[in-house]
DNA sequence: AGGAATTTGTGCGTATGTATC
DNA sequence: AGATACATACGCACAAATTCC
């Protein structure tokens, strides 16, 4: 039997983008995995061919499916510059070194006044981590995770890349983001481990997530040594 | 006859999206205009509607085209976050603003040592320019062109999009780049205009822009002024 | 208000080109 | 060189959104 589509539901292909997705969330598609040959999986799936091929479009726009000519689709789900950690574009300025980040501190409070609006709850989850590359620490960061998407956050359970938490355990899909980059004096929690003493001058990446329904779901702020680190962006 | 899809030439896709880029860049077509239906455009080109979607498809991928189910296809071709000025990512800590410039000085010479490698060419073509977001400097810019794409470039027929000078004057269309931000000290050569004097602590964006080719064909250092500007990227 | 006409979106099937193994 | 697999291109049918009368 095709998928359904009836209703009110999403496009067909959407619907199949959105199972591999899930598919690869869940763990049953590693990272590396090949798919099978275009036509056989659209057979198995009983759609058309160009059907499947839009859905996998959809996927490789994502980052998550590398599409060879004449080799086959494999799925890329792990920490590479197009990676999980696309999102997190602070590199080293020496280049390598994998990026890490060790949980400072976990709370929930009220929205402070001094962050732009976003979400529909009054409270969220600050988070503040010292952010590493390879051995080195290079940024102190500051996350408010809007309450609607968590009833609680336990600091154990975070993993490096937060956005793969959210998406595994909160099931909240981060479909893209804003960043604004300036300068700012590196904040008084700042751990003594992370090079800038308080005040010192620091980049500062400020960043704004979006839900696939379109509301900001998460606002962050990272500060960053910018003898150690850059902010690195690419574009197409 | 159909347009030609022979030996190494570009899919046929490719070619319609990049005429109507060419279209959009003469101004033939113009902000908000209203292209034909799909399917009388398709046969006016001797090619099928699905080419023709896909063609659109990446004009829409490059935010030239608004796509509409009912309505049409529409231009959109002026200054917006995804318009002409996509690549132009300082942003008035305020808001708004319009980005201009004043060319400071052209000149050709062999490419300083302290460059990244780029280029074909042993010479480069230097360009210092004052940009303006409104009426408020808000960076120093120094460009390093490859003078593989241009024997001499004339200061008078820059227009301030650079990308626009290069792909109606050079023929040369910038597909992507690759923007690193950090700090650095103003350099000596900033004229008084600009707020920051020489040596004081500015943000620095440094680009490297590729051709279709995958060569890079331009390198450029933003130095700005972090208490007017910021820079911003939008991810998806 | 409502229905018909227009226009883009989705989906299918097929044939051929081209890169990879 | 041959087989495999993705990329491109064509054409058709129907759905959904918009526009117009």
Redesign the interface.
């Known amino acids: 039997m095709p998928p359904s589509q009836q209703g009110g539901a999403l496009p067909l292909y959407l619907q199949i983008s959105e199972m591999l997705i899930r598919d690869i969330a869940a763990g049953r598609l590693v990272d590396g995995a090949r798919l099978p040959p275009e036509r056989d999986m659209a057979k198995s799936l009983d759609i058309s061919v160009g059907t499947l091929r839009k859905a996998l479009s959809e996927l490789e726009s994502h980052g998550l499916l590398d599409r060879r000519q004449g080799s086959g689709n494999y799925i890329r789900s792990k920490a590479t510059p197009e990676g999980i950690y ?2 997190f ?1 602070l ?1 080293l ?1 020496a280049g390598g070194g994998l990026p890490t980040a060790r949980v400072l501190d976990v709370a929930r409070m009220q929205k402070p006044a001094d962050l732009p609006c976003f979400g529909a709850s009054i409270d969220a989850h600050r988070i503040r981590r010292l952010r590493f590359l390879g051995a080195q620490p290079a940024a102190v960061e500051e996350i408010w995770l809007d309450a609607g998407h968590a009833e609680t956050i336990v600091a154990a359970d975070l993993s490096d890349s937060l956005y793969l938490y959210y998406r595994e355990v909160l099931g909240l899909w981060i ?9 700012s004096p590196c904040p008084g929690w700042a751990p003594p481990e992370f090079g800038q003493p308080p005040g010192a ?1 620091c ?1 500062l990446v400020e960043r704004q997530s979006r839900a696939r329904d379109g509301s900001i779901a998460e606002v962050s702020r990272n500060w960053f040594d ?1 003898n150690v ?8």
Chains 1, 2 share one sequence.
């Not at 479909?175 to 300068?183: K, M, P, R, S």
């Not at 680190?229 to 197409?236: E, F, G, K």
């Open positions: 696309a999102f574009r590199e300025v479909t893209g983001y804003e960043d604004q980059v300036g300068l001058p980049g910018s680190a850059r902010y690195v962006a690419r574009m197409r």
